[in-house]
């Protein structure tokens, strides 16, 4: 027998955390995880969370993406005619 989950509309969740309904101790778990993870997040509640963790991601990105281009810029490119 299969058991449906409740889908709980984004409304009904807020009420539910300001009513003071816990969210599980998995979600706990890694909510507490990510603001170890994210720089400055420690007292911040999981909305702006999530968001700074997606502009932290991006930023994460950004930099990849720069040093990527550096690598390419300062390795010496050897060309097949230079090759004796």
């Known amino acids: 027998m ?3 989950k409740k889908k709980i509309s984004c409304k009904r969740r807020k ?3 300001a009513a ?9 778990r890694r909510v ?3 603001k170890t993870l994210i720089p400055n997040c420690e007292s911040m509640g999981i909305e702006g969370l999530y ?3 997606a502009e932290y991601v991006l930023g994460l ?3 990849v993406k720069l040093m ?11 060309c097949a005619s ?3």
């Open 82 to 84: 230079h090759i004796n």
């Open 61 to 63: 990105e950004m930099m």
């Open 20 to 28: 003071g309904i816990r969210r599980p101790l998995v979600v706990e």
């Open 32 to 34: 507490g995880a990510l």
């Open 68 to 78: 990527q281009a550096m690598v390419q810029l300062l390795t010496p490119h050897t």
């Open 51 to 53: 968001r700074e963790t």
């Open 15 to 17: 009420q539910a955390t």
């Open 2 to 4: 299969m058991i449906k």
